[in-house]
């Protein structure tokens, strides 16, 4: 699945930083592994995925759900 990072880690409107080379890389879409899918009580539909994120030096692996529309086939990613 390619998920994306920028979707899914919202960033506060109208900031203003300072960029940091070593910091993790949150503006991207990254590749993960889906191992479930599940279901809100509302309806809303949750995959339970692995990935890294990457930051200068060293990946950072995660394994959380996260909204069903933040992911996509990796085929459908390729062409967008």
Do not use: N
């Not at 506060?12 to 899918?37: A, N």
């Not at 509302?42 to 930051?55: D, Q």
């Amino acid at each position: 699945m390619s998920i994306d990072l920028v979707t899914l880690y919202a960033y506060q409107p109208h900031h203003s930083g300072i960029y940091h080379p070593e910091g993790l890389q949150f503006r991207r879409k990254t590749v993960g592994v889906l191992t479930e899918w599940g279901m809100t009580e509302w309806g809303e539909w949750f995959g339970k995925v692995t990935y890294t994120i990457p930051a200068r030096g060293r990946d950072e692996k995660v394994t959380h759900w996260v909204p069903g529309w933040v992911l996509r086939p990796i085929e459908e990613s390729k062409s967008t």
